[in-house]
């Protein structure tokens, strides 16, 4: 499975961005997906994640102002971000839970794309 992230950029606090994730290889193993972000000197944390089921979840920082939503049919994630603050500039990396059953037993994998940089000015 390979992971690509597009959308990020340089945007006003107040403003908007959509973040996109495009899957490839064996999507059809996927299973739960989600985004993540890394600020300079800060761990990388789970800002929402999205079920295969469309169960959603969300860190409390961004609760009603971000968006998570998948078209499997477009193999595609989303993530919705609106009333954009200066806190919120990170790299936004997007991650995939890839489920492989065989005979032996199932096999949980995790994949990442590279990131996509979202920058919030005051």
């Known amino acids: 499975v390979q992971l690509v992230e597009s959308g990020g950029g340089l945007v006003q606090a107040g403003g908007s961005l959509r973040l996109s994730c495009l899957a490839s290889?064996?999507?059809?193993?996927?299973?739960?997906m989600g985004w993540y972000r890394q600020a300079p000197g800060k761990q990388r944390e789970l800002v929402a994640g999205i079920t295969s089921g469309g169960d959603t979840n969300y860190a409390d920082s961004v609760k009603g102002r971000f968006t998570i939503s998948r078209d499997i049919a477009k193999n595609t994630m989303y993530l919705q971000m609106n009333n954009l603050k200066p806190e919120d500039t990170a790299v936004y990396l997007c991650?995939?839970?890839?489920?492989?059953?065989?005979?032996?037993?199932?096999?949980?994998?995790?994949?990442w794309g590279k990131g996509t940089l979202v920058t919030v000015s005051s």
């Open positions: 290889g064996r999507t059809i193993d996927i299973d739960s």
């Open positions: 991650h995939a839970n890839v489920v492989v059953v065989t005979i032996e037993g199932k096999n949980v994998f995790d994949y």
